[in-house]
């Protein structure tokens, strides 16, 4: 049969549409609209494409992607024999273990909430989360948190504590789901349920859960895969905490058939012997991260040839140091960008590392997200000028638990207000400038501390610097700024004060500085003001 183009065109004004030989319509269905599959279901479906590659390897301990596939399957059974149940939130502590992941897959599987409590958190910290989320248990790797598993067990009121590795009151886990059958892991999750609840550092105030559902866990996922250079077959070193932003590669590695090597903490020294031991492609790290490898001793003698792709991000990093890792690792830095709110929100791929116009540059956002800049009153920046960044896309968060007003600020107008400080050039890339709360305020004058952490470390005697303003009845707030000088430097910190103003003006030369033997961080390597700020 042949139809024309008139006809069809005639139906189409006469609203019937356009319609095929063969083709009817199709009812549309009332429940829920497709959103696409879980994020437990992507798991699931990688880990059964290549059932006899390495999946893990930690230490000498190594699983196949079917090794994993099925403890998964065999902790769930377990934990619906403990009497969980679909909705229930399950809380997780563990390091880089492959014990705690899998068991983190299993519980968004049975459609319930995953949410990892972090690995160097102070106990009241984790015992806030738990009370927060209400969670009905918490699944603790023994073999690395053997004290902080009882003491939770003994605290945590209406917790049900259960060890991975190890008793807790109560059977390991770990050994009954061994102990179990062959089992079939099932994804019975729905991607309109909640699967996770993250929660942010707590360096600003009390920590805030960020709720997120499957299918934005899922959009998360396909974003890193379409805008990231994740290497086909990537050996990935997961040396940051999986439980945090190190954890968001581990899925998509697997999409893409490799294999994840753990670390349990970060050893610049052991790090280096992997990268040439092991051949690994993949890595991501912090700033903190970047520059102890480059101080590190055995740098010098490690083939680092295999390197492929080296993501950083969680904060600022020194362009001049940047410069150095480019130099001796090769283009493999790339820069991500995003917030516990929302991940990810934007990357600067390895090839816009080479232009000089984009450094200190995040990026573009990735494809599905819309990022735009507001001043204070909620009106768009003109282009170059400094606006908060503001993000609306499908990974964005619900919302934080059991905090509705701050909720509605932080998503107010329909945006997720990330309390960045960023400038964007004609072409549509970021450069952020600092933190909103970070900026100081002297003599009148906005002062970005992490501009003037630029041009210490610009320094050739300056391996690390943190800016930041401390109360002053001159100047309402004083500059001030902690230094960690490299081996064998003598500057001063009239030196350092006077390069600054050299390089910045007086207004951001810091009117005192500290020299200091190491900046303290968070537990994920972020360099904590906070604690600099209580210092004074």
Known sequence: MTVSHHSLSSRAEHGEGVRWPGITARPVPEEVPWVGPTVSELTLRALRRYPDRVAFVDGAESLTYGAVLELIGRIQTVLQAKGLRRGDRVGLLGGNSVAVWCAGVAVQACGMVSSPLHPKGSLQDQLYQLADLDAAACLVDVRTHAIRAHELAEQADGVHVFGLGG???GPDLLAEAHAVGSVRAVDTARSDEIGLVNYTGGTTGTPKGAVRRHRALSRAVQAVLSDFEVP?????LAVAPISHVGGTKVLPVLLRGGTVHLHQAFDPGRVLAAVERDRITMTLAVPTMIYSLLDEPALSRTDLSSLELVLYGAAPISPTRLAQATERFGPVFSHLYGQTECYPISVLRRDEHQDPALVGSCGVPVSPNEVTLL????AKVPTGE???ICVRGPFVMEGYVGKPELTAETLADGWLHTGDLARRDERGFLTIVDRLKDMIISGGF??????VEDALTSHPSVAAAAVYGIPD???G???TAAVVLRPGSAATATDLSGHVRELKG???APKQILLVDALPTTAIGKIDKKALRSRH
Not at 446 to 451: F, G, I, L, W
């Open 473 to 475: 009845e001159r100047w």
């Open 477 to 479: 707030e004083a500059v």
């Open 232 to 236: 086909v077959g990537a050996r990935y």
């Open 167 to 169: 008793e807790v009151g």
């Open 506 to 508: 007086a207004v951001q």
């Open 446 to 451: 906005n002062v970005y501390p992490r501009e």
């Open 386 to 388: 400094t606006g908060e």
């Open 375 to 378: 001043d204070p009153d909620g």
